[in-house]
């Protein structure tokens, strides 16, 4: 059978103080894959995204938006697969510090994955299969987006580092994920885990662990494929560190609800994919994930 490959990944101050949200904003830590196009061999494509946080307390107040438009692709041989993506940020915040923007090319990653087990096995009706396949890998970000800040500047904040397009550090990934089909009806679960390392301004995200589950039908109009999904998708972070010490309130998690539609007519496909916070809680509840839309341009050969 033509291999059906849709996955999830995720893949991502010490001083607290009135002047910067110490969390919110980390959009350029956020990286996530969400839900990849259908390819036999290999695909190139377009994608933005958007992502929205808003923190209010009596002691500080801030609107972060970042917009990211990246290069992706992958490419597969046999039961290897390989993908890239190459991000660019434009990031705008509002607070209490005045108005920020920045904008740049971010940090790339590279993803390799291992095909360990793939079975189809047709059902007694003899118009149906049923089918499941595990894919195990890992990969790299590499600070090859923009990342200096002042730290030596009379009004530095640990807030200073999310408004950078790149991180700074090299960051690895390890992912799971397995895949169950029944006819037209599918089911994809995946862990992932990113462990983050400090760059050489000593500031250090924390490690984050990713879980999803979601179900998808596939079915055809005319020379279409419309493979309409929904789910579930946890990601928890550990406490942000900067020299060394942790960043208060950092940790935290969100589980969104997430809906999205693969449009398919030959070898180009469109992707749309929403995520809405279901329950969170990140900065002690102070500070609020809004929904993240995502939409890509696909073509497979």
């Known amino acids: 059978m033509k291999t059906v490959l849709i996955s999830f990944l995720l893949l991502l101050s010490i001083y607290t103080n009135t002047e910067a949200c110490p969390y919110c904003g980390c959009g350029n830590s956020n990286f996530q894959i969400g839900i990849l196009p259908t390819f036999s061999n290999a695909f190139v494509g377009v994608r933005y995204s958007y992502t929205y946080f808003k923190t209010d307390s009596g002691m500080m107040y801030s609107r972060d938006y970042f917009h990211t438009t990246e290069l992706w692709g992958g490419f597969r041989k046999k039961n290897f697969q390989v993908m890239a993506f190459v991000p660019y940020?434009?990031?705008?915040?509002?607070?209490?510090?005045?108005?920020?923007?920045s904008s740049g090319v971010g940090d790339a990653t590279l993803l390799g994955n291992y095909l360990l087990f793939s079975k189809t096995t047709a059902l007694s009706d003899n118009k149906r299969y049923f089918g499941h396949t595990l894919w195990v890998g890992g990969g790299i970000k590499l600070p090859t987006g923009h990342s200096n800040v002042m730290v030596n500047d009379p009004g530095f904040t640990v807030g200073d580092f999310t408004s950078t397009p790149g991180t700074g550090s090299t960051d690895f990934l390890l992912n799971l994920n397995h895949s169950l089909l029944i006819g037209n009806h599918g089911l994809v679960n995946n862990i992932a885990?990113?462990?983050?390392?400090?760059?050489?301004?000593?500031?250090?995200?924390?490690?984050?662990?990713y879980v999803s589950s979601a179900y998808f039908y596939s079915l055809t109009a005319g020379a279409y494929t419309i493979r309409p999904s929904g789910g579930l998708q946890l990601v928890a972070n550990a406490a942000n560190r900067f020299q060394?010490?942790?960043?208060?309130?950092?940790?935290?998690?969100?589980?969104?609800?997430?809906?999205?539609?693969?449009?398919?007519?030959?070898?180009?496909?469109?992707?749309?994919?929403?995520?809405?916070?279901?329950?969170?809680?990140?900065?002690?509840?102070?500070?609020?994930?809004?929904?993240?839309?995502?939409?890509?341009?696909?073509?497979?050969?």
């Open 89 to 101: 940020l434009s990031i705008h915040k509002q607070g209490d510090d005045g108005t920020i923007n």
């Open 193 to 209: 885990y990113k462990i983050n390392t400090k760059n050489n301004q000593h500031y250090q995200y924390g490690n984050r662990f």
């Open 244 to 301: 060394g010490d942790a960043v208060q309130y950092s940790a935290g998690y969100v589980l969104n609800g997430s809906a999205g539609v693969n449009l398919q007519r030959g070898k180009v496909g469109l992707l749309v994919n929403v995520f809405v916070p279901l329950t969170q809680n990140y900065f002690h509840g102070l500070t609020k994930a809004n929904e993240q839309i995502s939409a890509a341009w696909t073509y497979s050969f």
